[in-house]
């Protein structure tokens, strides 16, 4: 029972580059979350998917996509990158409302 | 939009001084808080969470109050520790229409305890 797990672990992009952040969780929980966090600023919600076949924007969702693939799998994906989205990004899950959330370890992304 | 703001941004205690951090709320609908450890280069853990039917809960060494009257909730920590030096992180949600939710964090405590 791994969790939540998140690939790659760490990337370094070239502005105007493209990727996509990965996650799966086996904990079969419907709700599934994307974050960032930056120094001083907390975990910042950019996307999040209450169930299969359904997204819908956070925070600051701005030059990001989604795309939840199945139950287990919920994707991000940067078309272009900038380096103000250098940060770390965390993939949690969680099965309903009211309960805790469980992240992932994490993805350090930097663009220069 | 929902706001959820956290008091201090660093903390400095000796150890086995108490240790308290606030956060208050924006949107009156949350009814769910957690609170969230982070280690330096971990992820973010639950240590404990309050629903709104309740005042308070306690385990161990750490206790959360919350006061929805005046939306603010506080994480409280005694006899700390070296290994409770972390960034500590508060949260609120609630659920939207149609049965979605989404939490909301503070930016975080640094706590630091010294030996």
């Known amino acids: 029972n791994a969790g939540v797990t998140q690939t790659p672990k760490f990337q370094v992009l070239k502005t105007g580059q493209s990727m996509t952040l990965q996650c799966a969780q086996d904990?079969?929980?419907?709700?599934m979350y994307w974050y960032r966090q930056d120094p001083g600023m907390g975990l910042r919600l950019i996307y999040y998917?209450?169930?299969?076949?359904?997204?819908d924007k956070g925070e600051v969702p701005n030059g990001y996509n989604v795309s939840r693939l199945n139950k287990r799998e919920f994707s991000l994906r940067l078309e272009s990158a900038a380096p103000s989205q250098t940060s770390v990004y965390f993939c949690?899950?969680?099965?309903?409302?009211?309960?805790?959330?469980?992240f992932g370890n994490g993805t350090r992304l930097t663009v220069t | 939009g929902e706001n959820v703001e956290q008091h201090p941004s660093t903390l400095s205690v000796q150890e086995g001084d108490s240790a308290v951090i606030k956060c208050t709320y924006s949107?009156?609908?949350?009814?769910?808080f957690p609170w969230y450890k982070q280690e330096l280069g971990k992820r973010p853990q639950l240590i404990i969470d309050?629903?709104?039917?309740?005042g308070e809960k306690k385990d161990q060494r750490i206790a959360v109050t919350l006061n929805k009257t005046a939306k603010h909730f506080s994480l409280h920590i005694t006899e700390t520790q070296p290994e409770d030096s972390a960034v500590y992180f508060c949260?609120?949600?609630?659920?939207?229409?149609?049965?979605?939710?989404?939490?909301?964090f503070g930016a975080g405590t640094r706590l630091a305890v010294h030996p």
């Open positions: 949690a899950s969680r099965p309903e409302t009211e309960s805790p959330l469980h």
């Open positions: 904990m079969n929980h419907n709700s």
């Open positions: 998917s209450a169930s299969e076949g359904t997204t």
């Open positions: 949107d009156s609908a949350s009814n769910y």
């Open positions: 309050i629903r709104s039917n309740v």
């Open positions: 949260a609120a949600s609630r659920v939207l229409s149609g049965g979605y939710n989404k939490l909301i």
